[in-house]
Structures are given as structure tokens and as C-alpha cells.
């Protein structure tokens, strides 16, 4: 299974392993993940603002159900 890193367009391949019955994925790189890790930010919030402009990562947080109602988090 061949991966691309959302955040460098790198492609990288997992290796299948035989002790799991799926095998793991990534939405970045080991090293976009570390890099980014290592200086306190999230790539998955920056990917889910780039795909969705109501996106915060700050908060608050908001829950609409399909009924019409909503629910305000201060946490994810």
C-alpha cells in the first residue's frame, strides 16, 4: 500500500506486517509529523482548516445534530 503525505506530497510504502490484520495509515510523513510534533502544532488542524473554512482548532467547539439542535464544547 502506497501512502502520499498531505503536507510534503512525499509517497512511501508500509510494510505489511503479520501480527496485525490491518495495516496502519497516515495522513502525513514520519518526518512532517515529527517536525511539526516537536513544535507543539497539529498537522491534522491544519489540514481539517484547509478543508473546511468554519474549522477552529482554538474552539469553541460546536455539535449540530441533523434535528436542528447544537451543543458548544470549550474542548474537542
Known amino acids: 500500500m502506497i501512502n502520499k503525505c498531505k503536507k510534503c506530497?512525499?509517497?512511501?510504502?508500509?510494510?505489511?506486517?503479520?501480527?496485525?490484520?490491518?495495516?496502519p495509515t497516515s495522513l502525513f510523513c514520519k518526518s512532517c509529523a515529527t517536525s511539526y510534533?516537536?513544535?507543539?502544532?497539529s498537522l491534522v488542524d491544519e489540514y481539517l482548516q484547509e478543508q473546511f473554512s468554519y474549522y477552529n482548532p482554538k474552539g469553541p467547539y460546536i455539535l449540530k445534530c441533523?434535528?436542528?439542535?447544537?451543543?458548544?464544547?470549550?474542548t474537542k
Open 9 to 23: 506530497n512525499k509517497e512511501w510504502k508500509l510494510k505489511t506486517t503479520n501480527n496485525r490484520g490491518n495495516t
Open 66 to 74: 441533523d434535528c436542528g439542535t447544537e451543543q458548544t464544547y470549550t
Open 37 to 41: 510534533s516537536n513544535r507543539g502544532l
